[in-house]
């Protein structure tokens, strides 16, 4: 069974630095891997995606890498921004049905 | 807005009362989907219609009852709910099948307390 996980649960950081969110995943055979943010009592927004034969992916300040081999995934926030703080969501879809398997999150808070 | 309208934005209801959840796209999507997301806990999977037909029911109780009239709306009826039925309930809308080149568009949300 597919299990998502993602550590920290909460991260607190200065305006300004670089940082780094986790997603790891039990099955290795996946169909791909998106990110999403949302904000308090909002919907999700679709940051990226990652195919199962891509390495990574960038939008802006923003790059998700994908480690099949060894269920990981990241996402690496370049000079973060008050604006940044939101819980991240990673999600794997493991085959060609409906079904995401979701993380909990990760709550980023950005200090000005 | 993303492109994804769900009405209402905030709902309070009794354990006894009927209510209905609405959401529109008009992205050209075909397929739709409901989520619950409850505090502290990864969002689940509710019902997925594809070309207004459900594909997907994840063992969901039959208090709740979806319904796809076309394509652009998803409907979730709700009766006789729980206290635990108190949720943040979103939903979406892809073309195709998820992720092939696109992801998911998500709603804002419906927050639904059942007293």
């Known amino acids: 069974k597919q299990e998502v996980t993602q550590i920290p649960a909460a991260l607190s950081v200065p305006e300004g630095e670089n940082l780094v969110l986790n997603c790891s995943f039990t099955d290795s055979a996946i169909y791909n891997l998106q990110w999403f943010r949302q904000d308090p009592g909002k919907g999700l927004t679709s940051l990226l995606l990652?195919?199962?034969s891509q390495r990574e992916q960038t939008s802006g300040r923003l790059n998700a890498s994908l480690d099949k081999s060894s269920g990981r995934s990241t996402l690496y926030i370049a000079a973060s921004q008050p604006g940044d703080s939101a819980t991240y969501l990673c999600a794997v879809k493991k085959d060609s049905n409906y079904q995401l398997i979701w993380g909990a999150g990760t709550k980023l808070i950005i200090k000005p | 807005e993303t492109g994804v309208t769900q009405t209402p934005r905030h709902l309070v209801m009794g354990m006894t009362n009927k209510k209905s959840l609405k959401c529109e796209q008009h992205?050209?999507?075909?397929?739709m989907y409901w989520y619950k997301q409850s505090a502290k806990k990864p969002l689940e999977l509710m019902f997925v219609y594809s070309l207004e037909e459900r594909v997907e029911n994840n063992s969901v109780p039959s208090r709740f009852s979806p319904e796809c009239p076309n394509s652009s709306h998803l409907f979730l009826h709700l009766h006789t709910l729980q206290p635990e039925d108190s949720a943040l309930y979103l939903c979406a809308s892809s073309q195709g099948d998820v992720g092939r080149r696109h992801g998911y568009t998500f709603g804002s949300g419906t927050r639904l307390t059942v007293v």
């Open positions: 992205l050209g999507h075909n397929a």
């Open positions: 990652i195919q199962s």
